[in-house]
């Protein structure tokens, strides 16, 4: 199972551009980077996924360089309500549907 | 529709009590799950159901026994709890077991066992 590093917390302000960035230097050839985000007392919600080079959604992009060991999610000018935990998930896994979520990057965004 | 429902919002239970979790969705997906999440850590895994039967198991205690009634449903009995079983309880559902399968949650269940 590839294993994830993300920074344990972050702050921006309003207005920021926000990047948040996933080791991740055991992928597997056949694995995916998704990004979760979970409000405080709600469950998690996808937010993007990629394989290689850059998605983008109406929500964030996400970068992956060449090499895949590592990923970028990118939020762009960011609000108060963006403050939340992301989660950076590599998959697939030995048992189909099983994600394993590291411990996440709790973001705050202040005014 | 891309909403799972989960009641009750809130639980207390005594050690000696029986009580259900329940979990809804109506989004025809034929995977569902549960998880635990303790407070200031990511959610784990308990069980996951594929087509209405269980498909993984993650070592869960007996005191927690699963149930997927129909393709909409999914229940959690809780019997004899631990305070330290005390956390939220989330599901999720996807469209089939998929690795890539994006899983939808509901909003949990807190639970506190006293």
């Known amino acids: 199972l590839a294993k994830t590093t993300q920074p344990i917390s972050m702050d921006s302000y309003e207005g920021q551009e926000v990047n948040i960035t996933c080791s991740h230097n055991?992928?597997?050839?056949?694995?995916?980077i998704t990004w979760y985000q979970q409000f405080p007392s709600q469950g998690p919600r996808f937010i993007i996924q990629?394989?290689?080079t850059k998605v983008t959604n109406e929500v964030a992009s996400l970068f992956i360089p060449a090499d895949r060991k590592s990923s970028t999610l990118s939020l762009p000018r960011v609000s108060l309500s963006d403050t939340a935990v992301y989660y950076c998930?590599?998959?697939?896994?030995?048992?189909?549907?099983?994600?394993?979520f590291g411990q996440g990057t709790e973001l705050s965004v202040k005014p | 529709d891309t909403e799972v429902t989960q009641t009750p919002k809130h639980l207390v239970m005594g050690m000696t009590n029986k009580k259900s979790l329940k979990c809804e969705q109506h989004m025809g997906h034929r995977a569902m799950y549960w998880y635990k999440q303790k407070a200031k850590k990511p959610p784990e895994l308990m069980f996951v159901y594929s087509y209405e039967k269980l498909s993984i198991n993650e070592s869960v205690p007996s005191r927690f026994s699963p149930e997927c009634p129909n393709s909409s449903l999914l229940n959690l009995h809780l019997h004899a709890l631990q305070p330290e079983d005390s956390a939220l309880y989330l599901c999720a559902s996807s469209r089939e077991i998929v690795d890539t399968d994006t899983q939808y949650f509901g909003p949990g269940t807190r639970l506190t066992v006293l």
């Open positions: 055991n992928i597997a050839t056949n694995d995916y």
């Open positions: 990629g394989y290689k």
């Open positions: 998930l590599v998959g697939p896994y030995n048992q189909g549907g099983k994600l394993i």
